[in-house]
């Protein structure tokens, strides 16, 4: 049984910074990429960034570029999210999710492209 769980999220001032961790048990964790998605209430499930099964190919949407950097360590199954100069609008709960597909070396930004998911992490911005 495939799980990932988030961890690292919390209250945080605009301009702070956190990290977040997903660690992966249960499936072949370095041949498939890795994303990390957000939902804010009332809002779709939307892609952040996302990272490639070696770790060598990242791709980031346009409003956390420069802010947000995604890693992997394949030894620990783990992928992270280093958030820094946080913003109010970054508010959401976090979801790390396993592509679908193995061995893609394309990183995809559409969630129906991951089938496994964590249970999510909040993340609250005050301004």
């Known amino acids: 049984q495939v799980q990932l769980v988030e961890s690292g999220g919390g209250l945080v001032q605009a301009g702070g910074s956190l990290s977040l961790s997903c660690v992966v048990s249960g499936s072949t964790f370095n041949n498939y990429a890795m994303g990390w998605f957000r939902q804010a209430p009332g809002k779709e499930r939307e892609f952040v960034a996302g990272i490639s099964w070696s770790g060598g190919s990242t791709a980031y949407v346009d409003f956390v570029k420069g802010r947000f950097t995604i890693s992997r360590d394949n030894a620990k199954n783990t992928v992270y999210l280093q958030m820094n100069s946080l913003k109010p609008e970054d508010t959401a709960v976090y979801y790390c999710?396993?592509?679908?597909?193995?061995?893609?070396?394309?990183?995809?930004?559409?969630?129906?492209?991951?089938?496994?998911w964590g249970q999510g992490t909040q993340v609250t911005v005050s301004s």
């Open positions: 999710a396993s592509d679908r597909s193995v061995l893609t070396t394309v990183i995809r930004t559409s969630r129906y492209e991951y089938d496994y």
